[in-house]
């Protein structure tokens, strides 16, 4: 019976593409994180909810390593892509982040053409040979992002005049570009009107297919409609996770349900 | 009554007002604070205003006025027989101006009485010898037009100096009653002295853009004069700079391509220097340096900015110069004939001009939205490779902006360069040679004691004026050029 339960967890463990295990985080004498543990299933869409400043955007930073460019925080415990130890020594946390990509909350395009935009990862690490196969990935990946149609005849047009969906997707595009394996968002659609938002999540769902999505949200509705696992946080603990429909039909925390039901948070 | 009693008695005035103002406020209240529409002290404030800010207008009016209205009476009185051959009206009145002082300051020692001093005649006293006894400068002999219309000039500054102050006195009393009398419980005092507050504030300003015009009015006209004297095409175009002092400056050959030629290259020199040492500090500064090295580092790097020109000259003179001629003199490469160069004053120009570039640049870079670098890292890009992808290309317009600001200064500075690019106006490759700049060649123009009327002294009007329009071009190049950067990411 013992040796079931184990055998399914290992099951469980390769499976899942990413896995945290005891991940603890401080900024200086802040215990942002406590003892997260969380298993995040390759291809689907896996979105972190919770009140805000209860860790949800920290521990999402923590998974490609982008808290390293802070000098105060520091991290304790496991997190494992495909089974390997991202904060071990050996693994370079640039390389990590070509294969981890990153969407923010504000659309940040760079002040650079919609093309050189695209192009900016696939240049840094080489990815392309020649300008046909650069001009491969800038037009696929603004394809797979949906935005080709509306930009493909002024590539050369600054990336920051562009609508902030159309900059949002532009900046999916971007992340796109280098191959990820993974795509984290972090509240990808806050700074967004409704329409531009519905634009937005209906790419995630399409990106599911090809990417470990992990998505930031402040709406729970958002949550409900693109994600099908889902994670509540509160102050720093991760209380809750499973299926998305399990989460907000029949949470088993009382804190859960206190949030999804709008009493807090 | 010196100027000096008059503010103070008018200072007087508004705080007598002051008090009395606010004592009537209260009254009128019946002793009650809430019935005042505004605080005591307003009222107190709105009578001190009233009578100090009119009287110091008038004053100032005044003074202003005066000299011109003085000036213009005397100089009727000159006939155009006493002015002599080469000399000019106003050349005389400046003589008028320095007998009548002369006079003022003889009486004031009692080396000659006040009834002398109005009726003396220069045909039968020896009013020079007087003076020159009395230990006044004199420079030539004041013949009787010049003592007449000085004795003139003298009764009438006196009168207009004692008109002067009874009327400022009586502006000031004439505004503390006219705010007394309106100043009741109902009276708007606050709102009053917020309207007053702005009027100083408006005039502060006025007076720095007054200031600005007036200072170019002066380049304008005495630019205007130099080229009556010497024609605007050798001046502009001439590649010889040779002035001559002797004979009125008749024979001197006045082109400024030398001048600026050497203050070009002196600049590229220093900016050559400046602009790569100070804009990777900026880089370290604001991308890479820890929070500590940064609160160290920074202000130190600042305190090179307030290290006075003069200091960095002796540096260049006494330390760069003789280091450089150990190099490339006669010892070494031998292309230096002397520790004044081209080189020299680049170089320690430079030095001045590296907190300039990084503190500037440093702002700019910081105002780089850190979204931007978020993004880049989030591709999984180095820190070198954001700086130069990234950040400098966004940062790009305000950097080149702040080396066209340190251009400007680099233009601008004197004292390095006389200390140590020498004075030799010269048109040369070699870095190694003394060249001079436009700055240095102004200080030599004027330190001479070459006669304000001559196209030698009023070159310098010139030189200047010809900066100025180089460097407010650059400036405004720099300033549109940081503005539209601005507008980028708000």
């Given at each position: 019976?013992?040796?079931?339960?184990?055998?399914?967890?290992?099951?469980?463990?390769?499976?899942?593409?990413?896995s945290a295990n005891k991940v603890q985080v401080y900024y200086g004498d802040t215990h942002a994180i406590k003892d997260v543990d969380i298993e995040i299933q390759p291809r689907s869409v896996t979105s972190f909810i919770g009140p805000s400043g209860c860790g949800k955007s920290t521990f999402l930073r923590t998974i490609n390593r982008m808290n390293d460019t802070i000098d105060i925080c520091r991290v304790e415990g496991s997190i494992r892509i495909d089974g390997e130890d991202i904060y071990d020594p050996k693994v370079d946390p640039v390389q990590l982040r070509a294969k981890v990509g990153m969407v923010f909350q504000k659309p940040n395009p760079f002040p650079k053409s919609i093309y050189d935009n695209i192009a900016y990862g696939p240049r840094i690490h080489g990815l392309a040979r020649n300008k046909a196969e650069l001009d491969d990935i800038v037009s696929s990946s603004l394809q797979k992002a949906g935005l080709w149609e509306e930009v493909k005849n002024r590539l050369d047009e600054p990336g920051t005049g562009m609508s902030g969906g159309q900059q949002?997707?532009?900046?999916?595009?971007?992340?796109?570009?280098?191959?990820?394996?993974?795509i984290l968002m972090d509240e990808p659609c806050s700074a967004l009107d409704p329409i531009a938002t519905a634009k937005v999540e209906e790419l995630i769902d399409e990106l599911r297919e090809n990417f470990t999505i992990v998505i930031v949200t402040h709406s729970m509705q958002q949550a409900a409609r693109v994600s099908q696992r889902t994670a509540f946080f509160h102050l720093g603990i991760l209380v809750?996770?499973?299926?998305?429909?399990?989460?907000?039909?029949?949470?088993?925390d009382k804190r859960t349900q206190d949030y999804i039901t709008g009493r807090f948070g | 009554m010196s100027l000096f009693w008059l503010i103070l008695?008018?200072?007087?005035?508004?705080?007598?007002?002051?008090?009395?103002?606010?004592?009537?406020?209260?009254?009128?209240?019946?002793?009650?604070?809430?019935?005042?529409?505004?605080?005591?002290?307003?009222?107190?404030?709105?009578?001190?205003?009233?009578?100090?800010v009119p009287a110091f207008l008038f004053l100032i009016v005044w003074l202003l006025a005066q000299p011109f209205y003085v000036n213009s009476e005397i100089s009727a009185m000159i006939p155009d027989s006493a002015i002599s051959e080469g000399s000019s009206r106003g050349l005389v009145l400046a003589e008028v101006r320095r007998a009548a002082r002369g006079l003022d300051n003889a009486v004031a020692s009692d080396a000659i009485t006040e009834d002398f001093a109005r009726n003396a005649r220069a045909d039968f006293n020896d009013i020079t010898a007087r003076l020159k006894e009395a230990g006044q400068i004199v420079t030539s002999d004041i013949t009787q037009p010049v003592l007449r219309a000085a004795q003139r000039y003298r009764v009438l500054t006196a009168a207009g100096n004692l008109y002067m102050t009874i009327a400022v006195i009586l502006v000031a009393i004439v505004g503390a009653l006219w705010a007394l009398r309106e100043t009741n419980a109902q009276f708007r005092a606050r709102n009053t002295v917020e309207k007053g507050v702005q009027a100083i504030l408006i005039a502060a300003a006025s007076i720095a853009i007054l200031t600005t015009i007036g200072i170019v009015l002066s380049l304008v006209f005495n630019t205007i004069e130099f080229f009556k004297l010497y024609p605007a095409a050798d001046f502009f175009f001439g590649v010889t700079w040779s002035p001559s002092f002797s004979g009125r400056g008749g024979s001197s050959e006045l082109g400024i391509i030398p001048l600026l030629w050497g203050t070009f290259y002196i600049s590229f020199v220093a900016l050559a220097v400046a602009v790569p040492v100070g804009l990777f500090a900026a880089i370290y500064l604001s991308e890479y340096a820890g929070p500590r090295v940064r609160a160290?580092?920074?202000?130190?790097?600042?305190?090179?900015?307030?290290?006075?020109?003069?200091?960095y000259g002796l540096f260049a003179l006494l330390t760069v110069g003789p280091l450089l001629l150990s190099a490339f003199g006669d010892n070494g490469f031998g292309i230096m004939k002397a520790g004044t160069a081209v080189m020299t004053a680049g170089l320690v120009m430079g030095i001045m001009l590296i907190p300039f570039v990084s503190s500037l640049s440093d702002d700019i870079i910081n105002a780089v939205p850190q979204a931007m670098r978020d993004g880049s890292y989030g591709l999984g890009a180095t820190k070198s490779e954001t700086v130069k992808k990234v950040i400098l290309p966004a940062a790009l317009p305000g950097i080149v902006g702040a080396i066209l600001l340190a251009a400007s200064r680099a233009i601008g500075e004197t004292m390095i360069v006389v200390l140590g690019a020498g004075a030799a106006a010269r048109l040369s490759l070699n870095p190694f040679e003394a060249m001079t700049t436009v700055t240095a060649k102004i200080v030599s123009q004027l330190t001479g004691d070459a006669d304000f009327a001559s196209p030698v002294a009023l070159v310098a009007f010139a030189l200047g004026m010809t900066l100025f329009v180089v460097t407010l071009g650059l400036n405004i190049v720099a300033l549109y050029i940081v503005r539209k950067y601005r507008e980028q990411y708000d």
């Amino acid at each position: 019976m013992n040796e079931m339960a184990n055998i399914e967890q290992a099951i469980e463990m390769t499976e899942s593409k990413i896995s945290a295990n005891k991940v603890q985080v401080y900024y200086g004498d802040t215990h942002a994180i406590k003892d997260v543990d969380i298993e995040i299933q390759p291809r689907s869409v896996t979105s972190f909810i919770g009140p805000s400043g209860c860790g949800k955007s920290t521990f999402l930073r923590t998974i490609n390593r982008m808290n390293d460019t802070i000098d105060i925080c520091r991290v304790e415990g496991s997190i494992r892509i495909d089974g390997e130890d991202i904060y071990d020594p050996k693994v370079d946390p640039v390389q990590l982040r070509a294969k981890v990509g990153m969407v923010f909350q504000k659309p940040n395009p760079f002040p650079k053409s919609i093309y050189d935009n695209i192009a900016y990862g696939p240049r840094i690490h080489g990815l392309a040979r020649n300008k046909a196969e650069l001009d491969d990935i800038v037009s696929s990946s603004l394809q797979k992002a949906g935005l080709w149609e509306e930009v493909k005849n002024r590539l050369d047009e600054p990336g920051t005049g562009m609508s902030g969906g159309q900059q949002q997707r532009l900046c999916i595009a971007r992340a796109i570009a280098v191959s990820p394996e993974v795509i984290l968002m972090d509240e990808p659609c806050s700074a967004l009107d409704p329409i531009a938002t519905a634009k937005v999540e209906e790419l995630i769902d399409e990106l599911r297919e090809n990417f470990t999505i992990v998505i930031v949200t402040h709406s729970m509705q958002q949550a409900a409609r693109v994600s099908q696992r889902t994670a509540f946080f509160h102050l720093g603990i991760l209380v809750e996770e499973g299926s998305t429909q399990d989460i907000f039909t029949n949470p088993k925390d009382k804190r859960t349900q206190d949030y999804i039901t709008g009493r807090f948070g | 009554m010196s100027l000096f009693w008059l503010i103070l008695i008018v200072l007087a005035i508004a705080v007598v007002g002051y008090v009395l103002g606010r004592a009537r406020a209260m009254s009128s209240a019946g002793g009650e604070r809430s019935a005042l529409h505004s605080l005591p002290s307003y009222y107190g404030a709105n009578v001190a205003m009233k009578a100090a800010v009119p009287a110091f207008l008038f004053l100032i009016v005044w003074l202003l006025a005066q000299p011109f209205y003085v000036n213009s009476e005397i100089s009727a009185m000159i006939p155009d027989s006493a002015i002599s051959e080469g000399s000019s009206r106003g050349l005389v009145l400046a003589e008028v101006r320095r007998a009548a002082r002369g006079l003022d300051n003889a009486v004031a020692s009692d080396a000659i009485t006040e009834d002398f001093a109005r009726n003396a005649r220069a045909d039968f006293n020896d009013i020079t010898a007087r003076l020159k006894e009395a230990g006044q400068i004199v420079t030539s002999d004041i013949t009787q037009p010049v003592l007449r219309a000085a004795q003139r000039y003298r009764v009438l500054t006196a009168a207009g100096n004692l008109y002067m102050t009874i009327a400022v006195i009586l502006v000031a009393i004439v505004g503390a009653l006219w705010a007394l009398r309106e100043t009741n419980a109902q009276f708007r005092a606050r709102n009053t002295v917020e309207k007053g507050v702005q009027a100083i504030l408006i005039a502060a300003a006025s007076i720095a853009i007054l200031t600005t015009i007036g200072i170019v009015l002066s380049l304008v006209f005495n630019t205007i004069e130099f080229f009556k004297l010497y024609p605007a095409a050798d001046f502009f175009f001439g590649v010889t700079w040779s002035p001559s002092f002797s004979g009125r400056g008749g024979s001197s050959e006045l082109g400024i391509i030398p001048l600026l030629w050497g203050t070009f290259y002196i600049s590229f020199v220093a900016l050559a220097v400046a602009v790569p040492v100070g804009l990777f500090a900026a880089i370290y500064l604001s991308e890479y340096a820890g929070p500590r090295v940064r609160a160290v580092a920074k202000p130190l790097l600042e305190i090179l900015a307030g290290i006075p020109t003069i200091v960095y000259g002796l540096f260049a003179l006494l330390t760069v110069g003789p280091l450089l001629l150990s190099a490339f003199g006669d010892n070494g490469f031998g292309i230096m004939k002397a520790g004044t160069a081209v080189m020299t004053a680049g170089l320690v120009m430079g030095i001045m001009l590296i907190p300039f570039v990084s503190s500037l640049s440093d702002d700019i870079i910081n105002a780089v939205p850190q979204a931007m670098r978020d993004g880049s890292y989030g591709l999984g890009a180095t820190k070198s490779e954001t700086v130069k992808k990234v950040i400098l290309p966004a940062a790009l317009p305000g950097i080149v902006g702040a080396i066209l600001l340190a251009a400007s200064r680099a233009i601008g500075e004197t004292m390095i360069v006389v200390l140590g690019a020498g004075a030799a106006a010269r048109l040369s490759l070699n870095p190694f040679e003394a060249m001079t700049t436009v700055t240095a060649k102004i200080v030599s123009q004027l330190t001479g004691d070459a006669d304000f009327a001559s196209p030698v002294a009023l070159v310098a009007f010139a030189l200047g004026m010809t900066l100025f329009v180089v460097t407010l071009g650059l400036n405004i190049v720099a300033l549109y050029i940081v503005r539209k950067y601005r507008e980028q990411y708000d």
